[in-house]
Every structure is written in structure tokens, then in C-alpha cells.
């Protein structure tokens, strides 16, 4: 089970952090990818972190935008600085065993997300 937290509403150019928390003692073997929705629009790869802790971004936030995990907690985090107001999203964390990957399809186990606003 995955459960987002930290959503909210934020100016542009603020910053936010989303957590993305599991249950399972097998945590620390899944790689952990976050993907986000506008409205009308489709899903889209934001960011992922492998089992070994390698980030990888969409390009649209890179330099503004950092994955983490912390395996003692269960949890892994994005943090955003820099929103801008087409940030604006659902945000979804999503789960399966090692390899981090752009392909929202090939996640196992997805939370119901959380909502980010920016405004401008």
C-alpha cells in the first residue's frame, strides 16, 4: 500500500515536499516512481529512484526537482522547488521490485495522490 502526503497549495516559485509512504518489509527492493495529472491532460513521468537510489527525471523538472528514499521510514520523497504553475497536479507515487522506469504501466502498486497547486 502506498499513501501520498504533502500536497497543498504553494506560490510560484515556492517550494513543497511530497512523501510517498509504503507498508511492506520488502520496501527497500522496490523502486519508487512519482507521475502527475492535470487536469484534462494525461499522466506523466515526473521522477523515479531505483532500489540502489539512482534518480532519474523528466526533463520539465530536472534541476528544480529531487527524489529521495529513506528505507528506515519506508518512505520516499520529491522535493520541488521552483514550482511554477503548470506544476499544477495529482501527484501519484507508484511501486515495483528494482528497476525505475518512465512507463507508468509497469508499476505493480500505485497510491491515490495528492494535490499540488501552484499559483501564479
Known amino acids: 500500500q502506498l499513501v501520498e502526503s504533502g500536497g497543498g497549495l504553494v506560490q510560484a516559485g515556492g517550494s513543497l515536499r511530497v512523501s510517498c509512504a509504503a507498508s511492506?518489509?520488502?520496501?527497500?527492493?522496490?523502486?519508487v516512481g512519482w507521475f502527475r495529472q492535470a487536469p484534462g491532460k494525461e499522466r506523466e513521468f515526473v521522477a523515479a529512484?531505483?532500489?540502489?537510489?539512482?534518480?532519474y527525471y523528466a526533463d520539465s523538472v530536472k534541476g528544480r526537482f529531487t527524489i529521495s528514499r529513506d528505507n528506515a521510514k519506508n518512505t520516499v520523497y520529491l522535493q520541488m522547488n521552483s514550482l511554477k504553475p503548470e506544476d499544477t497536479a495529482v501527484y501519484y507515487c507508484?511501486?515495483?521490485?528494482?528497476?525505475?522506469?518512465?512507463?507508468?504501466?509497469?508499476?505493480?502498486?500505485w497510491g491515490r495522490g495528492t494535490q499540488v497547486t501552484v499559483s501564479s
Open positions: 507508484a511501486a515495483q521490485l528494482y528497476r525505475a522506469t518512465m512507463e507508468g504501466d509497469e508499476y505493480d502498486y
Open positions: 511492506g518489509r520488502t520496501f527497500s527492493t522496490y523502486a
Open positions: 529512484i531505483s532500489w540502489r537510489g539512482n534518480p
